[in-house]
């Protein structure tokens, strides 16, 4: 009776691996299932123009906002944009409180060993921030001392700060980033170059402001849940719409035609 027992026990645990190992299969393999059962591909963004920015009327626009709704359309839902906490930004998509990050996205290792990630699609870079009147006392990296800085938190700027042993002061969004520089509470930001171009200088409300050192050269993705089949649909997408002149199209409207890059 007591081996029937230890038998029986034993099966049973090999029938319970066995059923938990096909749920976590299943988990890792339906991403494109669970999006398309529900309907609606989630994006977490924050307001960063010119990739995911409001519209007079409401609407997110933008190209990274253009370009998700097109994949959205591509797959045959809706698209529901949600404005996340940069710095909690993996939680938040493994939570499934979103699907996923498309919002100038850096790659950095953070990201991609923690999260399944496409293609680069966009060259990027981080650049200084300063007052028109400082920018010629502001022409290197060693000029950068003694400055008092602020960055996103959870930003590639914030990490390329801390990277060169800055001090900086963490703020919600870039966007909150150059309002500290244009108030006089910071000396500079670092943002990306692509949101320096579309949001400072000439015709814009920080014309007061200008960049001048570059700090480094980076490339943006998007980023699922790990594992996600999604990754692969996406890459197969930019490459489509790049071959179809949809992609251009799209970085024409909104200026970041420049930064492109080819998919092969």
Known sequence: MKNFKKVFILMMALVMT???AACGADDAQSDMEYVKEKG?????????????????NGDWIGFDADM???FAESLGVDVEFTVIDWDNKIAEIKGKSIDVVWNGMTLIDEVTSALGTT???CKNGQVVVVKKEKADQIQS??????????????SAGEKTLKGMDFEVTAVQTQADALMEVSAGTSDAC???LIMAGAMI???TSYEDLTYTVQLNNEEYGVAFRPESDLVEALNQFFKDS??????????KKYGVQESIIEQK
């Not at 609606?40 to 007079?56: F, N, Q, S």
């Not at 790049?242 to 970085?251: L, S, V």
């Open 242 to 251: 790049y071959a179809d002149g949809t992609m251009m199209e799209i970085a």
């Open 40 to 56: 609606t591909l989630v994006v977490g963004i924050t307001e960063y123009e010119p990739m995911d920015y409001k519209a007079e």
């Open 141 to 154: 990296e060693e000029d950068l001392q003694g400055l008092t800085f602020a960055a996103e938190a959870g």
């Open 68 to 70: 998700a709704k097109a």
């Open 119 to 121: 293609n680069p699609y």
């Open 201 to 203: 200088g000439e015709g």
């Open 18 to 20: 066995f059923v938990m």
């Open 190 to 192: 670092v943002i990306d």
